[in-house]
């Protein structure tokens, strides 16, 4: 099971940190992303990392501002997210997959959190 928390209001430029907490299983050898879902948009890859070997990915729109990151000891990944805009608006799900690295695409991952809102509005 994957549980989400950390979203919430913000106002442009200001931050948040998602926290994607696993129970029943630790992140060995799995990858794990952040996605995203804005209304109307389709779900989107915004930062993925390999527990295996630290690779990371991260979308081109986040770049320079999200930053993924894991913590084996309490089995957490985070998105630290920096200078937020409106166009960061939407539900942000937290997924995992075992195995190597792959692509940083919704179909490739089979486990999935319950979403938490993240809204970025003056």
């Known amino acids: 099971q994957l549980v989400e928390s950390g979203g919430g209001l913000v106002q442009p430029e200001g931050s948040l940190r998602l926290s994607c907490a696993a129970s029943?299983?630790?992140?060995?050898?799995?990858?794990i992303g952040w996605f995203r879902q804005a209304p109307g948009k389709e779900r989107e890859g915004v930062s993925c990392?390999?527990?295996?070997?630290?690779?990371?990915y991260y979308a081109d729109s986040v770049k320079g501002r999200f930053t993924i990151s894991e913590d084996n000891a309490t089995n957490t990944v985070y998105l630290q997210m920096n200078n937020l805009k409106p166009e960061d608006t939407a539900v942000y799900y937290c997924?995992?997959?075992?195995?190597?690295?792959?692509?940083?695409?919704?179909?490739?991952?089979?486990?999935w959190g319950q979403g938490t809102q993240v809204t970025v509005s003056s």
């Open positions: 997924a995992a997959d075992p195995g190597l690295w792959r692509l940083c695409v919704p179909p490739l991952y089979d486990y």
């Open positions: 029943g299983f630790t992140w060995d050898y799995y990858v």
């Open positions: 990392i390999s527990s295996s070997d630290e690779t990371t």
